[in-house]
């Protein structure tokens, strides 16, 4: 398997923790969600997410065992603070 | 039904106006401002960001919704994002329908679900000059603390 | 707090301003329009007339009631009386508050309760050129039987 | 006892029944709610009201033992239907 390099987007204070609103993390095909948030919480910067973040797949919610697909946009979802 | 993000002052006037019919005996319309004290600090300002192409996708899942559950014919959403003063309108929501019980419960519904599932963020300034992400979940944003159980999604809605 | 019987166009955005505050982050409105359609009979215009002294003496109680169960701070209600056309507005209610919970059910409760309590009538024309007083405790006004028990009070609310 | 002369208001459909704006009745002293109610049914026109309309004395909700004073603002309110 190859890995692929997918762009993850991150938002208002994770953007801010992380000094960034996109990181790329390397991921085997077929990864699912709760795979990204593993390789996710090996980075360096990502001690200040919490360990189980909302993540978005194609600007939907999507549980753990969501498999992800090339071309997939990627969010980390903070908690929301809308209205 | 209509829900967008938009960059500018929103115009409540305007909107009622959008959800006007002569088949509605009775508009609802909500407005969220900036408020000058949170949590027993006093706010100078709010900048709000939020996932734009996201927020409105759920936006509109939560105005689809509200046609169900109520029947609404006519609902639109706008929130806002950037820097925004005291006492500026950084949501309105407007329902109308010929009945006032609909377009009250489908506006209550509306703001509800947007507090807990529309990806916007807001960091409050401060009058010491601080400013701070605002986690409506409990502990401060970046706490340390998880502010969601693992693969929950807000609200607890089924939107799979 | 202000309750006003008026003979002129309401104008919304202005019942929002005057009830707009820094202290607040919530601001709920309810509009209530001259409808096309009631009870299957097709609507042309609808006439309003009122007791007006007593009208506003009683929108002033419940607004001081909504005071006192909800806390809201700031309220504002006007109806208007005269001809009105299809989408005018004949009741407009603001309410506001630091949070969304009481300014809602506050503008909840002042419909509900103006609906029920507050002396003001209307009579609806219909495309066929008759005119009737709509009487929504049920039977047609002046159908015979008593729209209310000997006694009795509108809305059932202890106001002696 | 003298009979006083009241004033009662009548409004939207009442006032249309009884093609009147304003009706006099001839009261004794110490009447109430009910006794002013029966003295309206014996006119000759109120067939047109419910038997037991509503009563506002100085623009309040008035029940049917309530006592009626000199200058009393009196008036028959049919159902009503704002908003």
Same mark, same amino acid.
């Given at each position: 398997m190859?890995p692929?390099?997918t762009?993850?987007?991150?938002?208002?204070?994770?953007?801010d923790?992380?000094g960034t609103s996109?990181i790329d993390?390397?991921?085997?095909?077929?990864?699912?969600?709760a795979d990204?948030?593993?390789?996710v919480r /090996?980075?360096a /910067?990502?001690h200040a997410?919490p360990?189980a973040p909302?993540?978005?797949?194609n600007?939907e919610? /999507?549980?753990?065992d969501v498999v992800?697909?090339?071309?997939d946009e990627? /969010?980390?979802?903070p908690p929301?603070?809308?209205? | 039904?209509r829900?967008?993000?938009?960059?500018?002052?929103?115009d409540?006037?305007a909107?009622?106006?959008e959800v006007?019919?002569?088949?509605?005996g009775?508009t609802? $319309?909500f407005?969220?401002?900036?408020?000058?004290?949170?949590d027993?600090r006093?706010?100078?300002?709010?900048e709000y960001?939020?996932?734009a192409?996201m927020a409105e996708?759920?936006?509109?899942?939560?105005?689809?919704?509200?046609?169900?559950?109520?029947?609404?014919t006519a609902a639109?959403?706008?929130?806002?994002?950037?820097?925004?003063?005291l006492g500026?309108a950084?949501?309105?929501?407007?329902?109308?329908?010929a009945?006032r019980?609909?377009a $009250?419960?489908?506006n209550?519904? $509306?703001?509800?679900?947007?507090?807990q599932?529309?990806p916007?963020?807001k960091?409050e300034?401060y009058t010491?000059?601080?400013?701070?992400w605002v986690?409506?979940?409990?502990?401060?944003?970046?706490a340390g603390?998880?502010a969601s159980a693992?693969?929950?999604?807000?609200?607890g809605?089924s939107?799979?």
């Open positions: 190859v692929v390099v762009r993850v987007l991150l938002f208002a204070s994770y953007a923790a992380l996109a993390v390397a991921l085997p095909e077929r990864a699912t969600v990204l948030l593993a390789e /090996a980075l /910067a990502a997410l360990p909302l993540v978005a797949v600007q919610y /999507a549980a753990l992800l697909r090339e071309g990627i /969010a980390i979802i929301v603070a809308g209205g | 039904m829900a967008t993000i938009v960059e500018r002052p929103i409540a006037a909107l009622l106006a006007a019919s002569p088949a509605h009775a609802a $319309l407005v969220g401002t900036v408020r000058d004290v949170n027993g006093a706010v100078t300002g709010i960001s939020a996932y192409a996708k759920e936006m509109r899942s939560i105005l689809e919704e509200a046609a169900v559950r109520f029947g609404v639109v959403v706008e929130h806002r994002v950037g820097a925004l003063a500026e950084s949501v309105v929501i407007a329902t109308a329908h009945h019980g609909p $009250l419960d489908a209550r519904y $509306l703001i509800e679900q947007l507090k599932r529309v916007v963020w960091r300034l010491d000059g601080t400013r701070e986690d409506p979940s409990g502990a401060r944003a970046m603390a998880p693992p693969g929950a999604r807000p609200g809605a939107h799979a």
